[in-house]
């Protein structure tokens, strides 16, 4: 038994890297809430031998919020300075021999997560926050430097002791980074591995990398992973180690002159002894190290449930550990470790400690890795103490953290010998209370509720009483059963039975042997025994004198009833306090002075004890209560509400108090002295226990989360701090944590408050797992008891009522009178007794008081109430509430009334409208329409709707909602209470899918035709997107409704939008959707084959695209046309004459129009493609003539479009060898076809023509198909003639290609196959073909002069109708002056204008001649024979012998009679000058 004080500290904080720490000496400190605890540890304890060699010596008090970081100083000489961070944004610097700040800085901006006093430099510290930002700070100077390295969140950060310029600092996303401060925080190294939230960060304790024989080749699996870029000149010259613990499991050790990790160690999966929580859970999991200074090949870590682990790194390919306190069962953490720091005592003993969430720190000796001795903690308010009667020295407290500890207090080698018991609690322990006579029986209350029993010497879940408090549970008391307990034979009756009394005023007796059963309201007791008629008092106390004949109760009012067993027969009531009663403790029985017994001490939410002596009244037994209102002793001094009191046991007299004044005081209750006062807790004490074996020793809780054991005899002072408000205390409160909004918990309104129970700052949700309760949240937050606001209940509660808005009062003027004078308030008692009680008929001037004091219709007659409730209503609808006075009137009764009223102000409510029923059907049809009309005005048309359907009106709803645009809420009550077939719901959704078009949302539009049966209009609203997705969706949907025709349009379109993209895959896979669709899925095929194979030539336009091809087989080698058919045949099954047929039929009645010189490429060639997929359809088949057709018209598609590439590929593909072979096909000359042939050979000779002309165009043309060339030097060179343009701009542009001058003259010859194409040009000198032409041409000049007229008269004419003054006759002359140029640009050589009849006459004469010619010539075009002739004269001039002088005669006649259009004629003269 030892006879120092000792301290049962609050927890050290949760989830932090570092705040734990202790120097050379012996000197440990750990953060606890917002402050630091210190502990001497070792030899300079100065405990009583044979006992744990550790005290509690003081507290560094300062921070507002919790302490998320400290450290030592940890260089000779200065000890004694330590530093804290804390979450109120300041670092302090602290003497911990005088527990005072030296110095402070406040330089973070956000919540700072990583602190560390340099090894190196004996004034530097450095810290880092949560946004990434680092500031160095130099003590001795008071200089910073701001570093910000990373965007992101610190978690840990130490400084090198081999390098005083480098950090490592580690991030919640697993990036770890050494830093060189002295290079303004320049990146050394960026570690990457892990992949979770770094914990620790250790530095080899020795400098170099020769101190482990790690295999550097054979690294973890992890070794190639980039690690960042390495600065050339590091300045770690000879490297160190590193080591890093993470959340992601494993430990890794980094080489840093490598930059990357050389070692990685994955924590095992142990079994936990005793425990059975999951290891795998991630969230469970802090991995701190520790690396043992001058053993570099042992690291200590954490691991998943509170084992500790030495790992041996002697051999980085063996993962070997050794565990901690392996042979001691029970010696190790059962939660997660947090914090490992060393410590060498004064007699060089190398210890660890350790801080863990199983609330313990734990001291291990290094030389055999077992438990030295063990320092609890407390996670909450200590709310109860209660020292055994039988078990001496066994202290049980009841903290807020929802466990029950037993102190052994009298242990001799274990000064805290405390034992935990958490399983069923759940929530916070408010009262405690030990059977007076059973071993290990404990009853315990909770802040829910709960009334349960612990055997505390086994390990067995307590007994729950089946039977809750409404509220926090106040007290417990062991006494004598009542009758409530029905007896059910011998022995089934308890001696001693539990009484608990609980936040709602209700005592209740549970019978210990049948927790099960229901308990038993001991009001019931007292009311039948007393004949009581009133109210009873709500209880907030109970206690029973040690004899267990007189039970006490406590009340709210501060009344304190005594009460007599065997039937609780009330003998006296103390009317002495006058607010809620919290503690009442009677003396005991073993004095010297036996009436002393007698004495009962009284505690309330006043801070005056009072004392009174109840020998008289018990021993007289009176027939009818006494009341006493004068105390024995008064005890006076505490300055705030008295929480507890405790005789001593020791003392006749002597009384102990606690109260939340934070102050305990002892007092001589006989002679009402103070005698001593305890002022070492930080808070508002809440409980007290004297020591039932030590005088001089007191226990005391408060909500500081300390338990302090301290004796009488050292106490300075010997009374309470006086003044009205304990400034000690205040300035001790004002280090408490501020209040946080976000992290408030709800208040816990009771009625009565008794305690103030509700700590703001504890934990609430405890929950029950395998281990002991956890901090109050779960594991992966921070430890929020250090973080939240501790202030009384009432400031709490207040807070609450401000945030929710307060409701009117519905009497507000029946109130305010209830709020007049005292005087004005006896007189209306007095005129309500004689209204009330008078026999006759009330007198004139109570009648005229009653009138005045209309308040009092509440309590006289309906008619003075009506008139109270008439005056009520007139003021409600004078501040504006009608609402109110709608209230009233039902009150009252007149609901018919209320409802015409509010109904013709607008002022209809919900609630009216619904009580409208009880006043007939009718009156609520009339309601519900009436509140209808007032809701459209108010736009509230859906809920007009809603009211409407509560009277069965369907049709005016769907109505109401249509005509307001609420188109899918109509459809929604129209479907669900119309029948299927109604028209109304088919208009609904036409109209709305109208709507819904015109805005653009086709999907939506397109459901809305499907809902009215319009699937076609549902197809073709979809596809008006014209995307590939929408056409496809469109086509899919028209051939599930049976659409065929439109889904085969749609589809085609899709595959065309697709073939825009080159998508030619899903072109060929839109066209599947139908089978009418095959040929032009041949057509698709041979356009991709052509593209494809202009691509190959590099001709095509689109040969930048990126195509998506099919996988057809390619067989380049073979013809084209033996390519598509062989294509057609295994991609389409094309094998049959049959099905050439059928998809002939499917393409020719598609027909395109004419192409012009502005039709996109891509459009040219699908129509081109279309054209020859007919022609070779037609071969398939034996259709020569539609095969002439079919290439005839796709080559005039080429050639109208000036695609003379186009033409020549189609010719080179499908005519290789000319056109004889279709000659001999077609046989018949006289054929319908003829002409058809004629206009596809002349073509095909002519694109040779222009061919032939271009191989000589060069400057030096050489040897072809068509000529052999050979240069001989010459004397003299002769410029050839150049010709400008030798074919009119708007026939063909590809024909103007200009001549070259050439300097050498050459021998060119025409090879056999040359003759042969100039003799072949023959066919194109056709002067019936020359005629046609000249005519159209002749049209075509008239009509571009007549629109350049009209042009001109309406440019005279818009400039005459804007002239003002004088010029406005310029225009017109400028007009006239214009009509001459159509003559200019027609006949250079004349000037004269012409005249519109000689127009007319010219285009009549064309006309006249083009009827003459046969249907065969004007139906199938034939190249420009104009063209043809000057080529060939060009060609006989440029090269002699070329050109027989027969085709020049003849080509020189046909310019001479047709060429009279000036193109013609300029070119004309030009060649023959």
């Not at 020292?387 to 500890?405: E, H, K, N, Q, Y």
């Amino acid at each position: 038994m030892g006879q120092e004080p000792r301290t049962l500290p609050p927890s050290p904080n949760w989830y932090c890297s570092r705040c734990s720490d202790a120097v050379p000496g012996g000197l440990f400190g750990f953060a606890a809430r917002t402050s630091v605890f210190l502990v001497r540890v070792g030899p300079g304890a100065d405990v009583i031998p044979g006992t744990s060699p550790f005290r509690v010596i003081g507290e560094l008090v300062g921070h507002t919020e919790r302490v998320s970081g400290f450290t030592f100083c940890h260089h000779p000489g200065q000890y004694n300075l330590c530093a804290t961070s804390s979450d109120d944004g300041t670092v302090k610097i602290w003497d911990v021999e005088t527990k005072t700040v030296v110095t402070e800085h406040a330089l973070h901006q956000h919540t700072i997560s990583a602190l560390h006093w340099s090894p190196l430099v004996k004034d530097l510290l450095v810290s880092g926050d949560e946004k990434g930002v680092v500031f160095c700070y130099w003590l001795n100077r008071n200089d910073s430097q701001h570093l910000f390295i990373e965007p992101r969140t610190i978690f840990c950060l130490t400084c090198s002791p081999h390098h005083e310029d480098l950090v490592a600092i580690g991030y919640k996303d697993g990036i770890v980074v050494i830093i060189d401060i002295s290079k303004k925080g320049e990146v050394i190294h960026r570690l990457r591995g892990h992949d979770d939230e770094i914990h620790s960060i250790a530095w080899c304790p020795l400098p170099g990398e020769d101190c482990l024989f790690i295999n550097q080749e054979e690294n973890s699996e992890e070794l190639e992973i980039p690690n960042g870029k390495v600065i050339a000149q590091t300045p770690v010259k000879k490297g160190c180690y590193l080591a890093t613990g993470s959340k992601d499991q494993t430990i890794r050790i980094w080489s840093c002159s490598r930059g990357r990790v050389v070692t990685t160690l994955k924590l095992p999966f142990l079994k936990r002894r005793g425990g059975g929580i999951d290891p795998t859970v991630k969230e469970r999991l802090w991995l701190t190290l520790h690396w043992p200074k001058g053993q570099p090949t042992q690291l200590v870590s954490s691991c998943f449930g509170g084992e500790l682990l030495l790992w041996d790194l002697t051999q980085s390919w063996r993962r070997k550990y050794t565990l901690f306190s392996a042979s001691s069962e029970g010696q190790n953490h059962s939660r997660i470790v947090f914090n490992l720091c060393p410590l060498q005592t004064e007699d060089d003993k190398q210890l660890l400690l350790s801080t863990s969430m199983d609330r313990d720190v734990k001291c291990w000796d290094m030389a055999t890795l077992e438990c030295c001795w063990t320092l609890p903690s407390l996670g909450g308010f200590a709310y109860s103490l209660a020292f055994s009667p039988v078990d001496t020295g066994c202290l049980a407290i009841g903290a807020g953290d929802g466990m029950i500890r037993i102190w052994n207090t009298f242990s001799i080698k274990n000064n805290y010998d405390v034992k935990i018991f958490w399983q069923g609690v759940k929530s916070k322990v408010t009262a405690l209370c030990w059977h007076p006579t059973k071993e290990g029986c404990l009853a315990f209350g909770t802040d829910d509720g709960k009334v349960g029993l612990y055997d505390t010497y086994s390990n067995k879940p307590p007994q729950i009483s089946s039977t809750y408090h409404k509220k926090t549970v106040y007290s417990l008391a062991w006494g004598p059963p009542v009758p409530s307990m029905a007896p059910g034979g011998e022995g089934d009756r308890p001696s001693l039975t539990l009484y608990s009394c609980g936040g709602e005023g209700i005592v209740l007796q549970h019978n210990p042997w049948k927790l099960s059963g229901e308990a038993f309201d001991i009001n019931k007791l007292i009311r039948d025994t007393n004949s009581i008629k009133y109210k009873l008092p709500v209880h907030t106390e109970i206690s029973w004198k040690a004899d267990g004949k007189i039970m006490a109760l406590g009340n709210e009012d501060g009344s304190i009833e005594i009460f007599k067993v065997p039937n609780l027969k009330l003998i006296c009531t103390i009317q002495q306090h006058h607010k809620l009663v919290n503690t009442i403790s009677w003396h005991h029985e073993y004095g010297s002075q036996p009436e002393l017994s007698y004495l009962i001490a009284s505690g309330s939410n006043n801070a005056v004890i009072y004392v009174h002596n109840l020998q008289t009244v018990i021993e007289s037994n009176p027939e009818t209560p006494v009341t006493i209102t004068e105390p024995y002793r008064t005890l006076s001094g505490h300055t705030a509400k008295i929480t507890s009191l405790a005789w001593s046991p020791h003392h006749d007299g002597r009384l102990i108090s606690a109260s939340y004044d934070g102050t305990a005081q002892v007092w001589d209750t006989l002679q009402e002295e103070p005698l001593c006062n305890f002022r070492g807790h930080r808070g508002r004490l809440l409980c007290i226990a004297w020591s039932p074996l030590d005088p001089d020793c007191i226990y005391s809780g408060a909500d500081d989360f300390c338990v302090y054991k301290w004796l009488t005899s050292m106490q300075e002072h010997s009374r309470p701090p006086q003044g009205k408000k304990n400034i000690e205390l205040e300035k001790k409160r004002l280090s408490q944590p501020k209040p946080k909004p976000k992290k408030k918990k709800k208040p816990i309104l009771r009625v009565p408050v008794k305690q103030e129970l509700c700590d703001g700052n504890e934990e609430e949700s405890v929950k029950e797992s395998s281990g002991p309760v956890e901090n109050g949240v779960s594991d992966q937050e921070t430890e929020e008891e250090a973080r939240e606001p501790e202030l009384p209940c009432g400031v709490t509660s207040a807070e609450a009522l401000i945030k929710k808005r307060k409701a009117r009062s519905m009497l507000p003027l029946s109130t305010s009178l209830d709020h007049r004078s005292k005087e004005e308030l006896h007189q209306d008692c007095l005129v309500l007794a004689t209204a009330k009680h008078s026999r006759a008929e009330p007198k004139e001037d109570v009648s005229a008081d009653l009138e005045e004091r209309l308040h009092l219709g509440l309590f006289t007659d309906r008619a003075t109430l009506y008139r109270m409730i008439e005056v009520e209503g007139k003021g409600h609808l004078e501040n504006g509430h009608p609402e109110l006075f709608h209230q009233l009137m039902l009150w009252k009764g007149d609901l018919k009334g209320v409802l015409q009223t509010a109904a013709e102000r607008g002022e209809l409510t919900d609630n009216l409208v619904a009580m409208a029923p009880v006043a007939g059907y009718h009156v609520w049809v009339w309601a519900v329409e009436a509140f209808a009309k007032q809701l459209c005005f108010q736009d509230q048309y859906v809920k007009a709707a809603s009211h409407l359907l509560s009277i069965h009106k369907v049709y005016e709803a769907v109505e109401l909602l249509k005509s307001n645009h609420f188109y899918r809420e109509a459809i929604a009550i129209a479907k669900a209470r119309l029948r299927p077939e109604d028209p109304i719901l088919k208009d609904l959704y036409l109209s709305w899918g109208a709507i819904l078009e015109k805005d653009g949302h086709y999907a939506l539009a397109a459901k809305c035709y499907l809902g009215a049966t319009s699937a076609y209009d549902a197809a073709k609203v979809l596809a008006k997107k014209g995307d590939v997705a929408s056409l496809r969706t469109a086509a899919e949907l028209a051939s599930i409704v049976g659409e065929n025709e439109l889904s085969a349009t749609l589809a085609l379109r899709c595959a065309q939008e697709l073939l825009l993209a080159r998508n030619w895959v899903g072109a060929q896979e839109a066209l599947q959707l139908h089978e009418s669709l095959k040929g032009q899925r041949l057509v698709f095929c041979l356009l991709e084959l052509l593209s494809k194979h202009l691509e190959e030539k590099q001709l095509s336009e689109g040969k930048s695209f990126s195509s998506s091809y099919n996988a057809w087989p390619a067989g380049s080698e073979r013809p084209f046309v033996e390519r598509v058919t062989a294509v057609w045949k295994s991609a389409f099954s094309l094998d049959s004459p049959e099905q050439s047929q059928a998809a002939f039929q499917q393409l020719q009645d598609i027909k395109y129009p004419s192409a012009t010189s502005n039709t996109p490429s891509k459009q040219l060639l699908l129509h081109i493609c279309h054209d020859l997929t007919l022609a070779v359809l037609s071969q398939q088949v034996a259709s020569w003539d539609a095969a002439v057709e079919g290439l005839l018209r796709a080559v005039i598609r080429s050639y109208n479009s000036g695609n003379f590439t186009i033409m020549q590929e189609v010719h080179s593909a499908f005519l290789p060898e000319g056109c004889d072979h279709l000659r001999d096909k077609l046989g018949d000359h006289q054929s319908p076809t003829t002409p058809a042939f004629k206009s596809l050979e002349a073509f095909f000779i002519y694109g040779r023509l222009y061919e032939f002309w271009w191989s000589l165009s060069g400057p030096c043309p050489e040897s072809s198909v068509w000529v052999r060339a050979a240069h001989r030097r010459t004397t003299s060179v002769e410029q050839s003639q150049q010709l400008d343009k030798v074919s009119p701009e708007e026939t063909d542009p590809k024909a103007s290609q200009p001549e070259p001058s050439r300097t050498l003259e050459l021998d060119v010859r025409l090879t056999e196959e040359g003759k042969q194409m100039l003799n072949a040009c023959k066919e194109l000198f056709s002067e019936e073909h020359a005629g046609l032409q000249n005519a159209q041409r002749t049209i075509a000049e008239v009509q571009e002069t007549l629109a350049e007229m009209i042009r001109l008269h309406q440019k005279s004419q818009l400039c005459k109708s804007t002239a003002n003054g004088p010029d406005k006759n310029e225009p017109e002359q400028e007009a006239e002056q214009s009509l001459s140029s159509p003559q200019n640009q027609c006949k250079e050589e004349k000037n004269e204008p012409v005249s519109l009849p000689e127009l007319t006459k010219r285009i009549t004469e064309a006309n006249e001649r083009i009827a003459k010619f046969p249907e065969s010539i004007k139906t199938w075009p034939f190249p420009d024979v104009l063209e043809c002739c000057l080529i060939l004269l060009h060609i006989g001039s440029q090269y002699s012998g070329f050109v027989t002088q027969e085709m020049q005669q003849q080509a020189q006649e046909l310019l001479q009679k047709y060429g009279s259009t000036k193109v013609y004629k300029r070119h004309y003269e030009t060649l023959c000058t």
